[in-house]
């Protein structure tokens, strides 16, 4: 991953290749300690905390379903695009990172400099 600075202490990580994440699928990275999930849906792509607010637990191993992921461990349900909690048992909302495609890459917005 590479990483680009940004104002604010936000910076942008080169995350992953858009062409190694299939439409309808998603994947995990990490960062400085930090699980995030990745998701192509139908070929936007977005990113969340990658593990579940419920309950530890992948959330790139889950099953997606539209705009949907539902947590592999107990199946509560999120809103991907805006992490928002859809089923019980979650009921925090999951925290949602800004995407942007460059150079054929999937970046991530987070927090913190190098």
Excluded at 7 to 15: D, K, L, R
Excluded at 30 to 52: D, M, Q
Excluded at 68 to 96: A, Y
Aim: charged fraction near 20%.
């Amino acid at each position: 991953m590479t990483a680009e600075a940004t104002t604010e202490g936000m910076q942008w990580i080169q995350a992953i290749r858009v062409d190694s994440l299939p439409a309808g699928d998603a994947t995990r990275i990490e960062h400085k300690g930090s699980c995030i999930a990745i998701f192509n849906l139908g070929g936007r792509f977005y990113a969340t905390a990658g593990v579940c607010t419920h309950a530890h637990a992948f959330l790139s191993e889950g099953y997606i379903d539209g705009q949907t992921i539902e947590c592999p461990l107990h199946q509560g349900l999120f809103h991907i695009p805006t992490g928002m909690p859809l089923s019980p048992p979650v009921t925090e909302r999951l925290k949602t990172y800004e995407t942007k495609v460059a150079d054929g890459h999937v970046h991530v917005l987070v927090e913190g400099g190098e």
